[in-house]
């Protein structure tokens, strides 16, 4: 399934709700996460002019005033809805994917701006997710950077990263480097940038899918670009090997490459002594990968036990 996520700026007048259903259509999506659809009443949405075809559910947040507002529509032939929990910051729609009934839980977010705020949002997930199995996808517009390099012309607010990155790190969340563009937000006709829409994914999601593809599109008719994920989820046989960036920051990294390239032993002609280095370091770095998400498996499961734990005590 696909996942596409736009902070629309309002979903008046014709334009926008074309410009997103053509969107939809060219990237196959199976699940549209809105933001600020600036409307007291999306009840009265026309969702056909987002979406083609019908077999398609959806759900909403008001806003408040002309202030904030999500929409979510999905493709029920894709994704069956089972739960939904709403918040002014954010919508979450549990259930099962069609086709291989497993346990997908999808949230749009949009945050508030005050960095205390963003910490109370930031600890209400936190808890959702600590709380409740299965695969997750959290996207939408978080109003935070994590490095000083995904902001231009801006000012870089440190404990609005930190608190952030702890939030990331303590729901063990991952994300697939982003393709297309480095932002994904556009102010002051372009003389600001910042990275603050995202899409992040749980462990196991990652694990299970590590081919999914994460671009940021061009920007039209909103000051924020669209942000999608591409995921399939049918079993082609083996996932292609891929080496993620992260990993160059875990201590340990460093030493598997030495000691893959210093164990290695080949014959024959250079060609061929140079592929067999290749798979071998390949090989070793696949067997450090599979053992370091297991451990931060069972240390994101401990988590969510003692999390579990203390909420009953």
């Known amino acids: 399934m696909n996942f596409l996520s736009l902070n629309i700026r309002g979903v008046g007048g014709a334009a926008k709700p074309r410009w997103v259903k053509s969107l939809v259509v ?3 999506i199976g699940f549209l ?12 949405i026309d969702l056909r002019r987002f979406w ?10 008001n806003a408040v005033g002309r202030s904030g507002g999500l929409l979510c529509i999905w493709n029920s032939g894709i994704f069956g809805a089972s739960k939904v929990v709403k918040d002014r910051n954010f919508l979450l729609i549990s259930g099962m994917l069609i ?14 701006q005050e960095v205390a705020l963003k910490k109370i949002l930031w600890t209400q997930i936190r808890r959702l997710i600590l709380e409740t199995d299965g695969y ?3 996207m939408g517009d978080f109003k935070s950077v994590r490095v000083p390099e995904e902001r231009l012309n801006s000012q870089f607010d440190s404990n609005c990263a930190t608190e952030f990155n702890n939030f990331i790190l303590e729901t063990g969340l991952q994300e697939f480097s982003m393709k297309g563009a480095k932002f994904t937000y ?5 003389r600001k940038l910042s990275k603050i829409d995202r899409i992040l994914v749980s462990l196991n999601y990652l694990d299970d899918w590590s081919d999914s593809c994460c671009m940021v599109l061009k920007r039209s008719l909103s000051d924020h670009s669209p942000v999608i994920l ?7 046989g083996p996932r292609p090997f891929r080496v993620f960036n992260s990993w160059f920051d875990k201590e340990d990294f460093d030493w598997i490459l030495m000691e893959a390239v210093s164990s ?20 070793c770095i696949k067997c450090w990968a599979k053992k370091t998400r297991k451990k931060k498996r069972r240390s994101l499961k401990l988590q969510k036990m003692n999390w579990r734990y203390l909420m009953t005590c």
């Open 26 to 28: 060219s990237n196959k």
């Open 52 to 61: 083609k075809g019908g077999g398609m559910e959806s759900d909403f947040v």
């Open 136 to 138: 997750w996808v959290v």
């Open 230 to 236: 591409k995921s399939s989820f049918l079993d082609y």
């Open 186 to 190: 556009c102010q002051k006709q372009g």
């Open 264 to 283: 290695f032993n080949g014959s024959g002609n250079p060609a061929k002594r140079l592929h067999d280095k290749l798979k071998h370091i390949k090989e």
């Open 33 to 44: 996460a809105i933001q600020e659809t600036q409307l007291s009443d999306s009840s009265k």
């Open 99 to 112: 086709g291989n009934k497993k346990h997908l839980n999808i949230m749009n977010v949009y945050a508030p």
